[in-house]
């Protein structure tokens, strides 16, 4: 009897180890065994309508990472997806490195769930080639969830122990600026403004793999205050096309991490040249302001050609008042220019090209010139140097009627130039400086700072006619 007894013990023990187990091992669905893995990758291993998309991971070597431990979000592109994507090619017909890179536009290094995903920007694996950074993608959530205008989600939050999965009807392209423009709602106006009387340029420009560009992209609301009223087509293409391409910088990704203070040259021109690009003044002292007076208010929106940085105020075309006000290093030549309600100075450098005296060519001393230039008189500040003498020296330093270009310097080396008020001054052009009346040498340090109705040249000394 004591054996039977010990026997039937051992016999329930067993069972109800059995049963405690097989209660462990299964999930809620009682389809998930604990101790097997259930990664991204094995989902898209376990389901034949992703036959495509794991043959795409397994040609790019990416069904490992998504093997592997991580926190992942990946939009998952069926096999009627990747047969709209091929367009009747074969998928070992596609660049391997390509595919790589709208494999990665579909992962996120972190896992969002269906309940995570807000309208805005997100940032995919995908790089931008030129800076390295990794590409955005627009989530839309306005009527369930859209990515880059293009592709739905038709099945979210497919749970895996390396991330989520949300299942798409579209393969993702990898984004042009241009897919930035025209998808985010917040950019209508300037989509509308871009394609203006059916013109192309700008979005075809815009959409060019080929080439590198930073846009600074103006909300509708900028726009609005732009137009003051007026329709899109009250305004002249030609100033318009302008004002556009003023937003453009080619041949640069300018991520916000890599701004300094600084000029750089926009897509606009003076005057039609094409080899004198419009400036563009970028001050990150607090934030990053464009010309004094356009903000950064969403960065680096990156496209696989470039990057958009989202502005608050459309970017005037700058006149040579527009630099000097803008950038910290003339303040001392901006309360000189305004010394005494006399001069006239600011409004006289805000003529328009074509009118006369413009267009300007205006050699800015910096700060440090003024605070020599006081030093040298024994003075404290400009307020004790005289009217007229401060005036006569503002005037040495603008040549009336002419954009002189630092290209431009070798022809006119040893030359004299009449002032604006018409006392001379000599060029030099090899070290670049101006030769004032006292024969003091006065160094370009700066060049090329070019607006809408002249150039400005910076130099280091004040010139003087004493």
Known sequence: ???????????????????????????????IIEGESNTIADFVAANEDYSSLLAALQQTDLD???????????????????????????????DTDVLRQVLLNHVLNTT??????????????????????????????????????????TTPDIETDNG????????????????????????????????????????????????????FAPTNDAFATFLDGAALEDVDNDVLAQVLSNHVVPGAVAISGTLTNSYVNTAATFNGEADAPLSLYINTDNGVTLNGGSNVIIADIVAVNGVVHVVDTVIGLPDVT???????????????????ASFGYVGALQTPNGTDPAPFTVLAPVNTAFENLLTDLGVDSLDDIDTATLAA?????????ANVRAEDLAGLDGMMVETLGGTNITIQADPAAAIDPDNGENPIVATNVQATNGVIHAVSRVLRDL
């Open 1 to 31: 009897m004591k054996n039977l007894f010990n026997l039937t013990k051992l016999v329930f023990l067993a069972l109800t180890l059995f049963v405690s187990v097989s209660c462990n091992d299964d999930d809620d669905n009682g389809n």
């Open 393 to 401: 020296t503002l005037e040495l330093h603008v040549i009336a009627g």
């Open 164 to 215: 989520v999965i949300h299942a798409v009807d579209t393969v993702i392209a990898l984004p042009t600026i241009a897919t930035f423009a025209t998808t985010n709602p917040a950019l209508i106006s300037l989509v509308a403004a871009l394609t203006d009387e059916g013109n192309t340029t700008f979005t075809t420009l815009l959409s060019d793999t080929e080439q590198d560009f930073t846009v």
């Open 322 to 340: 527009t630099f000097a006000t803008a950038d910290p290093n003339f303040s001392t030549l901006v309360a000189a220019l305004t010394a005494d």
């Open 112 to 153: 969002l769930t269906s309940t995570d995903l807000t309208t805005g920007y997100v940032t995919n694996l995908a790089t931008e080639p030129s800076s390295n950074a990794n590409i955005s993608l627009y989530v839309d959530t306005t009527n369930g969830v859209v990515l880059n205008g293009q592709s739905s989600v």
């Open 64 to 94: 490992a990472t998504l093997a592997g431990n991580g926190t992942f979000t990946v939009f998952a592109p069926n096999n009627a997806a990747f047969e709209t994507f091929l367009d009747g090619a074969a998928l070992e017909d596609v």
